[in-house]
Nanobody, 120 residues
């Protein structure tokens, strides 16, 4: 099994920055892709970014492209989401997820989430 724990959330003013971390433990050898999702009040969970564990290939949602950067530290089994130029519409609970597939349509493991609040 894989366990994921997010950290780094908080409150920031528009234009500010935050860095989220997701620490993976357990059977981490099974992870091929890690990603970030978010869910705002009254909305469905949406994809934010993903990264392949081996090659580091990244992909971003259009809404965050150019502002957010996903990265990973394989030795620490940790993935990061650097969020710059934050906007109020970025306010959401951010979830870390892991997939056993290199091209995931669904994710196998989820963290509990961390709140990000951006004020105008």
């Amino acid at each position: 099994q894989v366990q994921l724990v997010e950290s780094g959330g908080g409150s920031v003013q528009a234009g500010g920055s935050l860095r989220l971390s997701c620490a993976a433990s357990g059977r981490t050898v099974s992870i091929r892709t890690m990603g970030w999702f978010r869910q705002a009040p009254g909305k469905e969970r949406e994809f934010v970014a993903r990264i392949s564990w081996s090659g580091g290939t990244t992909y971003y949602a259009d809404s965050v492209k150019g502002r957010f950067t996903i990265s990973r530290d394989n030795a620490k089994n940790t993935v990061y989401l650097q969020m710059n130029s934050l906007k109020p519409e970025d306010t959401a609970v951010y979830y870390c997820a892991a997939s056993r597939s290199i091209f995931p349509s669904t994710y196998d493991y989820w963290g509990q989430g961390t709140q990000v609040t951006v004020s105008s």
